[in-house]
């Protein structure tokens, strides 16, 4: 049989030649075919639609006989490469293969990932949990077994290859957790039931305008490690439309710190707070309003609370999480695949420690998904451990005080610092010789400071104070100078400079200072049933410890014998080892028959902490009692009755600061206090600044440094600095030249700049280097200088917004991805990005500097070249000669400098004297990346929000800026003398406006040369202006009277207009214009 089909309207033609007969006997020969099945029917095909019969042939084969058909099937059109690939039969079986593998991989992970992001509704006991959602139970602990995990009602795996899982780690939700048994919400707060299964109904607690509790009681009666789990209260508030708090406490074992919080009821807010009852699962959810996005869950981890242990987890926006803490790394963004953990313990420890510092503040920023950002506040100062989990999420685990949460909307980064800083105070104002250049140095030879003194002069090296040594009142703070030692003084204030007085939180015993605080009972004691004096010991000395927490400490200062006089002669006060340190290493083998009561006493001060059991150590802590005072030492006035010292211990760094600045400031309320402190707490930078530690001279710890100072611009503490070369010797002790100059380029463009070395280490004074590394820092010096107007400007705008004066990248471009990662740059204000260079020389005279260039123009500080002018931001790479620092300044900026790099001069009292030099940085036309600048790879996993671009067509070639200048004494709540000027620059023209003054006898009488006309200590006068981006001209006037005195560089367009003389004193507003070419 033989048949030809041809369909109309299709390519491809059949053509096959055979009979059936012929066919079947192949069939059954062919012994690789199986065999016909009995009974299979014949498949027929409709009968055409015309009702003819018709008969296709391919009905009458086989199922057989049709495959072997297809097999001889002609293409007109010669089958391509990829038909052959996609229609071979042996590559089918393969492509089925891998098809199988991937669903059989990728099904358990989706279906593991949607569950576990949400709460199984029905039952608890799931170990099924996604390893983002792993949350660790029993952390710390040594040798985890099997055994000891599930004796914690808690999951185990060991199959996972990866270091960063945890074995043992909770269910979701957990066993450990709280129902609500009480409520003293009313009905508009509550919305119940909401059925979520047949089984199962939420009970949702909405806060409205009034605050509401519950009352918790625990699932289950024990924690993971046995304690007894506490009946807890939650309280839920608002404070305006941006704040809302959550407390978790035991009202029957309260350990709380002062209460700040002060609610303030709204009509509108911007975060909704919903605590639900999810089948006998207690849970907090913070809601952004605007666009619904969760801020904060705590469904997805356990809360534990018992004595001196809790634990609380929640998941978080996004994995860009700023701040918690001050952890020793230079780690500016924690890497959640990791799931680091870091602890907030203050001692007195080397700075290279990656889990412990002298400061804690549990404060930190996140994006939404949105790109929008909020701010969280953890009130605690017991000590605690902080990790992040890949979820993202974040645990608290904290051994005393409360969950007393403070949630700050936003939605800016600046936003929240003006949220948080209003509730923990405003960033103190320093005044302006603060901003200078600093010495300081611990030594036990005298010569040092003279040898500095004499060479710093003769050498032309600017310099504002020193603390001739600090340890002029080690170990005794209070006690007064040694003649020589007042010899010294007189000489350095003679000169014009300033005296820092070092201080410590320790007494010796037996001094007039001990004797007035034993009398005062305000020395720390051991804890009650027995209370005794607690002695420790800082070298080999044996020393006592105030309680400066009481605030009757302040009234005990005053009452000293000669301490007034000391602090007065004094212009700023710096506060180290506070912590407090104390290096006695506790004894807890007591000598038979004797009790630690009876063994404690000044010569044997370790045997003065009994042990302190708590039921989890933070990571990096081996003894809560060692480098640092005992925990069970009580404070007698906290809150009223004796409190255990581990709940407050964080902030006793911080009481110390406030009680030494409440004494300084009533010696002398006229004058600013300035007291820097080591030991911080929130609510340290409404009090001064921070300094101190123990900084190696390499470039890790000057990238830790960096790290550092830009966490405590977050944490509302901007005048903080680090040693500009080290503190200690390097691990060879050799002091190297060339970090000390990285460290002086990078200390001009920080808050606060101090040259410091510690007891017994090398000699760190500029003066102590060769003529050439003189030569290289005095310039930097200058500039540090020059650059005060605007850092004094930047530090007013701190006091009255609580916004950074150092900032990282993120804060000033939230939407740009590439900025949100940048931990070695940061930006001085809103103008001026600066790169340091954390590298060494090596083969050659530069060092290649990787630069982050967010969206908008940059130009380059010293010769005005426009660097980049990218629409999305950029990277470079810039090589960097060891005398130079990337500085690059934004378009559409103008600041004020002073002076110049050439003239001598000593201080700020005669640097402020010289005419002022304004730089203006026009905006420029942006472009999108090319193929010579390729786009920065984007590794966000939050959204960036949508926003118009950094320039618009219409803002081509403009700028603007504003200046603020005072007498730099005076405190600024008794209204010292001012000036505010703006600047505004369009292509042609820039305009200069005093705005106001607060007092019009400012400038005298008005007459230039009378010697009354500056009578506050500073000039009036701008001299010079620089423009960068500006277009070819061919004139310029000032106040419409032509001048010559300007000239325009051919390569960069940069034009300096020189000698405008240009007083508002005497005219409160000038235009200086330029004619296009």
């Known amino acids: ?237 608002r ?107 203050n001692t007195d420890t080397d700075d290279d420690d990656d889990t412990m510092s002298h400061s804690s503040h549990p404060f930190y920023m996140n994006f939404d998904k949105n790109g929008s950002v909020h701010g969280v506040y953890l009130h605690n100062a017991a000590p605690m451990e902080i990790g992040i989990y890949p979820a993202p999420a974040i645990v608290f685990r904290a051994l005393g005080g409360s969950l007393d949460f403070r949630f700050f909307a936003g939605p800016t980064p600046q936003d929240v610092t003006r949220q948080y800083t209003d509730m923990i105070g405003k960033p103190a104002m320093p005044p302006y010789w603060a901003l200078g250049y600093h010495l300081c140095r611990a030594t036990s030879d005298s010569r040092e400071f003279d040898n500095a003194f004499e060479k710093m002069a003769n050498k032309s090296l600017p310099y504002e104070s020193d603390c001739i040594d600090s340890r002029l009142s080690f170990p005794e703070s209070f006690k007064t100078l040694s003649m020589q030692d007042e010899e010294r003084l007189q000489s350095l204030q003679d000169s014009g400079r300033k005296f820092w007085l070092v201080q410590y939180p320790f007494l010796e015993p037996g001094s007039s200072a001990y004797q007035a605080a034993m009398k005062s009972d305000l020395l720390l004691q051991t804890e009650d049933g027995q209370p005794i004096n607690y002695f420790g010991k800082v070298e080999k000395n044996r020393v006592g410890y105030p309680d400066f927490i009481n605030s009757a400490s302040k009234d005990w200062m005053e009452g000293l014998d000669g301490i007034s006089a000391l602090y007065n002669k004094s212009d700023g006060i710096l506060l180290f080892k506070n912590s407090p340190m104390n290096q006695a290493i506790p004894n807890y083998t007591l000598p038979d028959g004797i009790s630690w009561q009876e063994a404690c006493n000044e010569i044997q001060p370790e045997y003065c902490c009994p042990r302190y059991d708590v039921p989890f150590l933070p990571a990096g802590i081996s003894d809560l009692n060692n480098e640092t005072i005992c925990s069970s030492l009580v404070h007698k006035t906290l809150k009223g009755e004796a409190r255990p010292h581990i709940i407050s211990h964080n902030a006793y760094g911080r009481y110390h600061h406030q009680r030494t600045y409440e004494f300084k400031n009533s010696l002398n309320a006229a004058t600013r206090p300035v007291v820097f402190s080591q030991s911080t707490f929130p609510g340290s930078g409404a009090l001064g600044g921070q300094f101190g530690g123990n900084y190696k001279p390499n470039f890790v710890a000057q990238q830790r440094g960096l790290t550092y100072i830009l966490q405590m611009g977050l944490y509302g503490v901007p005048l903080t600095g680090v040693p500009v070369c080290g503190s200690t010797n390097d691990t060879e002790k050799f002091l190297r030249a060339e970090y000390c100059i990285r460290g002086h380029q990078m200390g001009a463009f920080l808050p606060f700049m101090m040259s410091h070395y510690e007891y017994r280490h090398l000699p760190r004074n500029p003066t102590d280097f060769t003529l050439g590394f003189m030569e290289n820092v005095r310039l930097y010096i200058r500039l540090r200088y020059m650059l005060l107007p605007y850092i004094y400007d930047l530090f007013y705008e701190a006091h009255e917004t609580g916004t950074p004066v150092a900032r990282p990248l993120f804060y000033e471009f939230p939407d740009d991805p590439d900025s949100r990662a940048v931990q070695s740059q940061f930006m001085l204000g809103k103008a001026l990005l600066v790169s340091p260079v954390f590298n060494k020389v090596d083969g050659s005279n530069s060092v290649k500097t990787d630069v982050h260039f967010p969206p908008g123009c940059w130009y380059d500080f010293y010769k005005g070249m426009l660097v980049s002018s990218s629409k999305d931001g ?204």
């Open 1 to 237: 049989m033989s048949f030809i089909k041809k369909m109309k309207g299709m390519v491809v033609i059949t053509h096959v030649e055979d009979t059936e007969a012929q066919h079947l006997d192949e069939l059954d020969s062919n012994p690789a075919r199986p065999k016909k099945k009995k009974g299979k029917t014949k498949t027929s095909r409709a009968p055409p639609p015309t009702g003819q019969k018709m008969q296709d042939p391919l009905a009458e084969l086989t199922e057989e006989a049709r495959t072997t058909e297809k097999k001889e099937l002609i293409y007109k059109k010669k089958p391509t490469c990829l038909d052959k690939m996609i229609f071979h039969p042996k590559l089918r079986i393969l492509y089925v293969l891998i098809l199988c593998l991937l669903v059989g991989l990728m099904v358990p992970y989706i279906l593991s990932s949607y569950f576990s992001s949400l709460p199984p509704p029905d039952y608890r006991n799931n170990c099924g949990v996604n390893v983002s959602y792993r949350m660790e139970c029993l952390p710390g602990t040594i040798n985890m077994s099997k055994s000891i995990c599930y004796q914690a009602d808690c999951c185990y795996d060991e199959i996972s290859i990866d270091p960063y899982i945890p074995k043992c780690f909770h269910t979701i939700p957990s066993q450990y957790g709280y129902f609500v048994f009480n409520s003293s919400a009313d009905s508009d707060t509550i919305i119940t039931p909401v059925r979520q299964s047949r089984r199962q109904e939420i009970v949702l607690y909405n806060l409205q305008q009034t605050s509401f509790t519950l009352d918790l009681l625990p699932i289950l009666e024990t924690t993971p490690t046995d304690g007894k789990a506490w009946p807890l209260r939650v309280l839920v508030q």
């Open 874 to 1077: 950029e990277n470079m790479v810039l090589p960097t000669l060891l005398n130079d620092i990337n500085v690059h300044m934004r378009g559409g900026s103008i600041i004020a400098l002073q002076g110049n790099l050439h003239e001598d001069f000593n201080t700020t009292a005669e640097f402020r004297q010289k005419p002022l030099l304004l730089m203006v940085a026009l905006t420029c036309e942006l472009k999108a990346y090319n193929a010579t600048t390729p786009a920065p790879t984007i590794t966000t996993e939050a959204p960036v929000s949508q926003q118009a671009p950094f320039v618009y067509e219409d803002d081509l070639f403009t700028a603007s800026g504003d200046f603020y200048m005072d007498d730099g004494v005076t405190p600024l709540d008794q209204n010292p003398p001012y000036h505010n000027l703006t600047f505004e620059a369009n292509k042609t023209s820039l305009t200069i406006t005093r705005i106001s003054t607060n007092d019009a006898t400012l400038c005298g009488d008005g007459d230039p040369t009378s010697e009354e006309s500056n009578p506050i200590g500073f000039t009036t006068v701008i001299d010079a202006i620089q423009i960068f981006g500006a277009s070819q001209i061919k004139g310029v006037s000032v106040d419409g009277e032509p001048t010559q005195d300007f000239t325009q560089e051919e390569d960069t367009s940069t034009v300096t207009i020189r000698h405008i003389n240009f007083d508002w004193c005497t005219n409160p507003q000038t235009v200086v214009s330029w004619e296009l070419a």
């Open 239 to 345: 404070k305006g439309p941006d704040v809302v708090r959550v407390k978790i406490w035991d009202p029957t074992n309260a350990q709380d710190i002062e209460d700040d919080f002060v609610e303030d009821s709204p009509s509108e807010w911007k975060m909704d707070v919903s605590v639900s009852d999810l089948g006998g699962q207690f849970n907090v959810s913070i809601t952004r309003n605007e666009t619904g996005e969760e801020l904060f869950n705590t469904v997805f981890g356990p809360l534990i609370y018992s004595r001196n242990y809790m634990e609380i987890t929640a998941r978080l926006s996004s994995n860009h999480i700023y701040g918690m803490g001050r952890r020793g790394n230079y780690i500016f963004l924690p890497d959640s695949d990791q799931r680091p953990r870091w602890t907030l313990f």
